[in-house]
């Protein structure tokens, strides 16, 4: 596990780092906005993030996927990939403007058109960065990969802080801050992929067009239910309470997602070593060492902020944000299980068998839904985080069965630490010490 060891090590750095900056600007907006301005914000830059994955069909993960297995050039994939964002920001951009000119009052009461507009900036950015991103992913190039999304987060906090601190500006300021982050994150990543893969050939390729469809739906599908998973709370709490009470809700998410770094760290990096990996009994092996360590680390990190979780949001947020504290805590027991489920899913990715997590993540999101309708009018905000860890663990438990009877492994050694695990751990301290 050496390579992976270390290059999880760093990714896991690099996402301590993104989280550092990203708390950083969570709380510099909460603080300066209120927790109505917050939430109208988390609500704004979610209509472009649901757009891009409603519009994505994979691709990245596709470009991972056919790296691995060098069917095609490095350079065509290049090249094909700047096609593809170029064409799906127009299709997106004309979806966003019907949904925000006809529909938004409808999905977003309480929010005003010109923050969606703004926010639709955002698109041909991000198809950009994450279309050309993974292709460093793919050609495992760790390093550069993790410095893209250190830079964005980076330059984020540094114009929030400008705009928002500096020149007291209001909440328009904030998402023109994210769309000139992410542009900065653009050139540079344009720059830094012609340095490693060469000039991009910008020949269309049919062939690679079919195979990254057929691959990239398969994941596409999971990825738009997963998505819903993740975010059809803040929808929904919208729609029968208000944007004050996503203000609250979105804080505790925030902190709650942080936890995901290490679950998060070791899938990015499995999912291009499985992809690759020729040898069988390592491809078997492998996996389940890494989940059972990744939910035992999360484990014992959601149990240390159970207990300071009080103490950590008002120090981070002020009292105002003191409702965010019950949803936080319960938001921890998914925050473990969804650890599991992201590692498992992930090797099945890598293994050409995107399509099981179809109908995984649709019976889990079908459960949010109906939990949260249930839920959120009667018991608010702390419904919502109950609706969404119950759905996150069946989401869990339903991947782990399908991955033992696939890999062969029992469910002991997938789920919990060994004592041979051990010296993973020292490893990973050696590799500490060296950096």
């Known amino acids: 596990m050496g390579k992976f060891t270390k290059d999880s090590l760093i990714t896991f750095i690099t996402r301590v780092l993104s989280l550092i900056f990203g708390l950083g600007t969570s709380v510099i907006i909460a603080r300066v906005l209120g927790p109505e301005g917050k939430g109208i914000y988390a609500l704004a830059i979610l209509l472009p993030a649901t757009l891009?994955?409603?519009?994505?069909?994979?691709?990245?993960?596709?470009?991972?996927?056919?790296?691995?297995?060098?069917?095609?050039?490095?350079?065509?994939?290049?090249?094909?990939?700047?096609i593809f964002s170029f064409l799906l920001t127009i299709f997106t951009l004309l979806i966003g403007l019907i949904i925000t000119f006809f529909f938004a009052n409808s999905l977003f009461p309480n929010v005003a058109k010109g923050y969606f507009l703004l926010a639709l900036f955002l698109l041909p950015l991000n198809f950009f960065l994450s279309f050309v991103n993974y292709i460093l992913l793919g050609l495992q190039k760790i390093k550069e990969f993790n410095f893209i999304r250190i830079l964005q987060n980076f330059m984020f906090l540094?114009?929030?802080?400008?705009?928002?601190?500096?020149?007291?500006?209001?909440?328009?300021?904030?998402?023109v801050a994210n769309i000139l982050s992410c542009f900065f994150g653009t050139i540079f990543l344009f720059f830094l992929a012609r340095k490693i893969i060469g000039s991009p050939s910008l020949h269309f390729n049919k062939s690679y067009f079919k195979d990254a469809f057929y691959y990239g739906t398969k994941i596409y599908l999971g990825n738009i239910i997963q998505f819903f998973h993740y975010r059809i709370d803040m929808f929904l709490i919208n729609i029968f309470l208000n944007p004050i009470a996503v203000g609250f809700y979105s804080v505790a998410v925030v902190i709650s997602e942080g936890i995901w770094l290490v679950s998060q760290s070791a899938g990015t990096v499995l999912f291009p070593r499985v992809s690759s990996e020729t040898d069988k009994k390592r491809l078997k092996e492998f996996t389940?060492?890494?989940?059972?360590?990744?939910?035992?680390?999360?484990?014992?990190?959601?149990?240390?902020?159970?207990?300071?979780?009080?103490?950590?949001?008002?120090?981070?947020?002020?009292?105002?944000?003191?409702?965010?504290?019950?949803?936080?805590?319960?938001?921890?027991?998914?925050?473990?299980?969804?650890?599991?489920?992201?590692?498992?899913?992930?090797?099945?990715?890598g293994r050409g068998r995107p399509e099981l997590n179809i109908y995984i993540s649709l019976f889990s999101v079908i459960l949010n839904i109906i939990l949260n309708v249930i839920w959120i009018p009667e018991y608010g905000i702390a419904g919502a985080a109950w609706a969404t860890s119950i759905s996150y663990t069946f989401a869990f438990v339903s991947i782990t069965i399908v991955y033992s009877r696939i890999s062969g492994n029992g469910i002991n050694d997938i789920i919990f630490v060994k004592r041979s695990d051990f010296n993973f751990y020292r490893n990973l301290m050696r590799l500490f010490k060296n950096r």
């Open 288 to 349: 389940p060492a890494v989940c059972r360590n990744v939910l035992f680390i999360t484990a014992l990190g959601s149990i240390l902020l159970f207990f300071l979780s009080r103490w950590l949001i008002i120090l981070l947020y002020s009292e105002k944000f003191l409702d965010s504290v019950l949803p936080f805590q319960i938001l921890l027991i998914g925050t473990v299980t969804i650890s599991g489920w992201r590692i498992l899913v992930n090797d099945l990715y």
């Open 52 to 82: 891009i994955m409603f519009c994505n069909f994979g691709i990245a993960q596709a470009s991972v996927f056919y790296i691995g297995k060098k069917k095609y050039s490095v350079e065509e994939i290049f090249g094909n990939n700047i």
């Open 158 to 175: 540094i114009l929030i802080i400008l705009f928002l601190l500096g020149l007291n500006l209001g909440l328009k300021a904030v998402i």
